[in-house]
């Protein structure tokens, strides 16, 4: 493996921290208790007195490489807007526990506990894929603080044959060898599925490069959190609509969660729920078509929609 100063991903990630950084957001890590130490970015502690004048907008990555790469478009954009707080999950990023607990709600509760204690009392949320079971449980536990919920490309209402027909899709045997790619070859496997566009010309290496940089650590306990997961463990669906208004947003393309579960879900979320469907991407919309993600979400979140 190349020395980092080699690495096209080491290069690319301090680009993408110095736009974080650009956009009025710090690099910061907090105790949230005796056990789970959160990282996130958001906006400088020695900004309080501009933090008072903006709404606040929770950006909640998925599965896959850390925030700083799933969110950069939508930082640059809603900054001058919102206060910003972008965290790393637990065991993405810097973001760690020592606690056994691996479900998903245990992700919204460590969330919900690290905005209390940077004094977020009130919050919008936008999910992406994993990051999207978080927001949901996050606005059922809190509907007092979560104002409005954007749930992009996330199978909320996935059921258990829609693991095991993704697992088919891919042609492989587990879930953690598209989720958590050991190669080029299953990197390339996950991205055919997950971007619409064509990589075949990427070479090899770049995946390499890839895979060790943001694939290779916490591997174990990302198997646990995927085991961990309560949504989709049944082949019925039991999910409660949610007292805010939500935005469910998803690409036309998207081979991870299909298009039909995006209609299912909006039935499933009742009369408050609206759906935005972008053509030509696929799991990725805020990322392949980040102007019109951005300006559906932030009409949504402003009341335009």
């Known amino acids: 493996m190349a020395p980092s100063f080699l690495s096209l991903v080491s290069l690319y990630s301090i680009y993408l921290r110095r736009c974080f950084a650009s956009a009025g957001l710090s690099s910061q890590t907090i105790d949230i208790d005796d056990e789970t130490a959160l990282h996130f970015w958001g906006p400088k ?11 606040s907008l929770v950006l909640i990555h998925g599965f896959g490489p850390e925030a700083i790469w799933q969110w950069r478009r939508q930082v640059q954009f809603f900054a001058p807007h919102f206060n910003v707080y972008v965290p790393d999950l637990i065991f993405f990023g810097h973001s760690t526990t020592r606690s056994i ?16 204690k940077i ?42 044959g829609d693991n095991e027909a993704l697992v088919k899709r891919a042609n492989l045997e ?41 694939y290779s650590e916490n591997r174990q306990e990302k198997k646990e959190l995927l085991k961990g997961l309560t949504l989709g463990k049944e082949e019925t669906v039991a999910l409660s609509p949610l007292e805010q208004d939500v935005l469910i947003v998803w690409g036309n393309q998207d081979q991870i969660f299909p298009l039909k579960m995006a209609t299912e879900l909006k039935e499933l979320l009742g009369k408050k729920a609206s759906l935005e469907i972008i053509e030509n991407t696929s799991h990725v919309p805020q990322i392949e078509n980040p102007g019109l993600f951005n300006s559906i979400v932030k009409n949504f979140l402003c009341g335009s929609l």
Not at 46 to 51: F, P, W
Not at 102 to 116: I, V, Y
Not at 194 to 205: E, H, Q, R, T
């Open 45 to 55: 502690l020695e900004d309080d007195h501009k933090t008072l004048k903006k709404p």
């Open 101 to 116: 607990q691996r479900t998903e709600l245990f992700q919204a509760a460590s969330l919900g506990k690290l905005l209390e």
């Open 119 to 160: 004094g977020v009392e009130r919050f919008s949320v936008v999910g992406t894929s994993y990051g999207g079971f978080v927001a949901y449980h996050m606005a059922r536990m809190w509907p007092e603080r979560v104002e409005k919920v954007v749930i992009a490309s996330s199978g909320v209402n996935m059921k258990r």
């Open 174 to 214: 587990r879930i953690d060898h598209l989720m958590l790619p050991e190669s080029a070859s299953q990197l390339r496997t996950l991205t055919g599925l997950a971007v619409s566009k064509n990589l075949d010309i990427v070479p090899d290496f770049f995946f390499n490069d890839f895979v060790h940089n943001l």
